[in-house]
């Protein structure tokens, strides 16, 4: 009913920038919250940054200053922009988004596939 796609991972340097984007389909009436979580293999899955449909976002401490999260209600897009990253960065990024379905009003919530971001030297 929903479908997600990421995009703009990969691999840079440290203080290097990558700005990834979630890109929703489908069944949409509106998107509430929408979000960034990473993981490492072998830790849990922890939140990036969030953001609701007022505009309001939230931080995790370790990427204040660094990322910003910002959406795109026209193309039901959420964006993270990461800057100064880290070693630490890396991790496999999932996108999340609450939606509500056009086709019977449901909440459903969405995660993307995932995409990886390797910071190395």
């Known amino acids: 009913q929903v479908q997600l796609v990421e995009s703009g991972g990969g691999s840079v340097q440290p203080g290097g920038s990558l700005r990834l984007s979630c890109a929703a389909s489908?069944?949409?009436?509106?998107?509430?919250?929408m979000g960034w979580y990473r993981q490492d293999p072998g830790k849990q899955r922890e939140l990036v940054a969030t953001?609701?449909?007022?505009?309001?976002?939230n931080y995790a401490d370790s990427v204040k200053g660094r990322f910003t999260i910002s959406r795109d209600n026209v193309k039901n897009t959420v964006y993270l922009q990461m800057n100064s990253l880290k070693p630490e960065d890396t991790a496999v990024y999932y996108c999340n988004l609450v939606v509500r379905l056009r086709i019977n009003g449901y909440l459903l919530n969405n995660w993307g596939q995932g995409i990886q971001v390797t910071v190395s030297s």
């Open positions: 489908g069944s949409i009436f509106s998107i509430n919250d």
């Open positions: 953001v609701n449909s007022g505009g309001n976002t």
